[in-house]
């Protein structure tokens, strides 16, 4: 008896290991054919690759736990104009982004010029406004002192969508006020989560002020006490990008746009490189000669049956100027067509077709 068993372990430790052989040997195999595999002018051309299209920049507040049908408003919004919506359509919008081809990059990578995005895919980013506390809602602690988060909170919705499309690349830039997330006994691990995570935290003012409304030395307040905090709780990993409140001022003109990207408060400089502004309709792309990394457009993430540049009517038109990735983020691919639109500040190496 104890032979057979012993004769079976060997003939199983033999299969174990012949498997392992096998699996390593595929596993080559694959890489093999990933590197073999050159992307050609006519893999352009069947993608449609243009890398001076548009992108969208995402406008996002409060994601509630709610069904569509629990609101009197269309498409899950909460309110009237849809700045507050509900978990079953933000959850609605990530599968139409991702089944549209549209792939997650950082706000601050759009801005740099790094657009790490697939063959044939399109960059999309996402953005959330006033640190509201349903964004990441902490529920306590586990065993290690690291925080449990609300799985129908707008981050617990966003690391389900992680796991579930690990190619989707999931990120998001949060722009908090004062309160940061609402969460008093949580806010520093919030913002230290969120960083190691992928994510990112932004500037929206200490009070969420008008800008039109308030006088340089004000200004200069609201803007460096965020960054003051947000540089005491995570130095150097914040993003230095004002979410402008109310979209306002509507003109990089106006007097306090200076002391907006450039204020300094308490004995310290902070520079901002972009304001993000309340707009409609999708960004150009960080390679035109038509970008403005100084006051980015939003397209404000809501439903209305497909008008007044709700998301549907966006991404429809999108379908005819989208940016779209030849999957190699050091070269800009365009369309003869398009050559006259490129401004190639970033110095990559450019290949039209
Ligand atoms: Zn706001």
Redesign the pocket.
């Known amino acids: 008896m104890k032979k057979i068993i012993f004769l079976l372990l060997i003939i199983y430790l033999t299969g174990c290991s012949t498997l392992k052989q096998e699996e390593k040997d595929n596993i080559s195999e694959n890489e093999d054919v990933i590197q073999k595999k050159e992307i050609t002018i006519e893999d352009y051309k069947s993608n449609n690759v243009n890398e001076l299209g548009k992108v969208p920049i995402m406008m996002y507040?409060g994601i509630y736990n709610k069904k569509n049908s629990e609101t009197e408003y269309t498409g899950g919004n909460i309110d009237k104009d849809g700045y507050q919506r509900t978990s079953e359509s933000f959850k609605n919008d990530l599968e139409f982004y991702y089944n549209s081809g549209y792939r997650m990059i950082r706000l601050t990578d759009y801005i740099d010029g790094n657009i790490d995005v697939e063959l044939g895919k399109s960059p999309i980013i996402l953005t959330f406004?006033?640190g509201l506390e349903n964004n990441i809602k902490v529920t306590g602690l586990n065993n290690n002192g690291e925080i449990i988060i609300d799985p129908n909170s707008a981050i617990g919705i966003l690391e389900s969508f992680k796991e579930k499309y690990p190619d989707f690349n999931v990120t998001a830039t949060f722009f908090v006020n004062g309160t940061l997330f609402g969460q008093e006994e949580y806010n520093e691990k919030i913002l230290k989560w969120l960083v190691k995570h992928g994510y990112d935290v932004g500037n929206?003012t200490y009070n969420?002020v008008n800008f039109s409304d308030i006088d340089e030395q004000k200004t200069k307040v609201e803007v460096g006490s965020i960054y003051e905090i947000l540089d005491t709780i995570i130095p150097n990993k914040y993003v230095n990008i004002v979410a402008l409140?109310f979209g306002s001022p509507y003109s990089l003109e106006h007097s306090n746009m200076d002391y907006i990207f450039n204020t300094s408060y308490n004995n310290k400089n902070y520079i901002t490189k972009s304001a993000l502004r309340v707009g409609w309709e999708a960004e150009n792309s960080p390679f035109s000669n038509e970008f403005n990394p100084k006051f980015l457009k939003r397209i404000r993430a809501y439903d209305n049956d497909g008008k007044d540049f709700d998301i549907k009517m966006n991404f429809n038109l999108l379908e005819n100027n989208k940016y779209i990735s030849d999957g190699n983020k050091d070269v800009i691919v365009i369309p003869n067509s398009e050559q006259n639109l490129l401004y190639n500040k970033y110095n990559k190496k450019v290949i039209t077709y």
Do not use: F, G, I, L
């Open positions: 507040h406004d006033d929206h969420h409140p």
